[in-house]
């Protein structure tokens, strides 16, 4: 199967640039590819389950960790932060 330069590029799973987590809010990443076996999707769900729940366990302790105490609530002004997780997949022709 030939691949021109796009789908060359598609093959290789992408990360988009710019997850920083310095320089604020409304940062995101995405990992995705046009070009996955249909027959792969079910371990891939398994496997993106496992981790993610692995992950936003890690992410929950973490915060849990560095809430503001009772005695620091009337001096300091709490922040509400959130990291989501999403998954999908549909039939795709191998091209964007």
Not at 9 to 20: D, I, N, P, Q, T
Not at 31 to 49: C, G, K, N
Not at 57 to 80: F, G, K, M, R
């Amino acid at each position: 199967m030939a691949y021109g330069t796009f789908a060359e590029l598609a093959r290789k799973a992408y990360v988009e640039e710019g997850f920083a987590l310095s320089g604020g809010a409304g940062k995101r990443a995405t990992v995705s590819s046009v070009l996955v076996h249909p027959d792969a999707l079910p371990a891939f769900r398994e496997l993106s389950t496992r981790k993610s729940q692995l992950l936003l366990e890690e992410y929950h302790s973490w915060l849990s960790n560095h809430e503001v105490s009772p005695e620091d609530e009337s001096s300091v002004q709490p922040c509400y932060v959130a990291v989501g997780i999403y998954y999908s997949d549909y039939p795709g022709t191998g091209e964007e």
